[in-house]
């Protein structure tokens, strides 16, 4: 499954962005869409997820702010994100992954850069 990310861009505080992620194809295997961020020099850090059943968590950081939808007739998963800090600047990556090590795959990130 190859994982294809978009929406990333330059914003102003307190603005907004929509991030998606294409999966090349539909998995039954593949229980878990999430988004990460990693801004430079700091480690990786799940953003959000959404599960097949449509249950969602979000990081304390972004809760009531970042909203994770999908659809899954297009095997595609977004990221809404609404007031937008400085420190939301990442780059982000979508995430798909099931029970097995094997179903893990990455997106190739995507950069959110949120101006003062």
């Known amino acids: 499954v190859q994982l294809q990310a978009s929406g990333g861009g330059l914003v102003q505080a307190g603005g907004s962005l929509r991030l998606s992620c294409a999966a090349s194809r539909s998995t039954f295997s593949i229980i878990t869409m999430a988004w990460y961020c990693q801004a430079p020099g700091k480690q990786r850090n799940l953003v959000a997820y959404?599960?097949?059943?449509?249950?969602?968590d979000y990081a304390d950081f972004v809760k009531g702010r970042f909203t994770i939808s999908r659809d899954s007739a297009k095997n595609t998963w977004y990221l809404q994100l609404n007031s937008l800090k400085p420190d939301d600047t990442a780059t982000y990556y979508c995430?798909?992954?099931?029970?097995?090590?094997?179903?893990?795959?990455w997106g190739q990130g995507t950069l959110v850069t949120v101006s003062s």
């Open positions: 995430n798909a992954a099931g029970l097995s090590p094997s179903d893990d795959y």
């Open positions: 959404i599960t097949n059943d449509g249950t969602t």
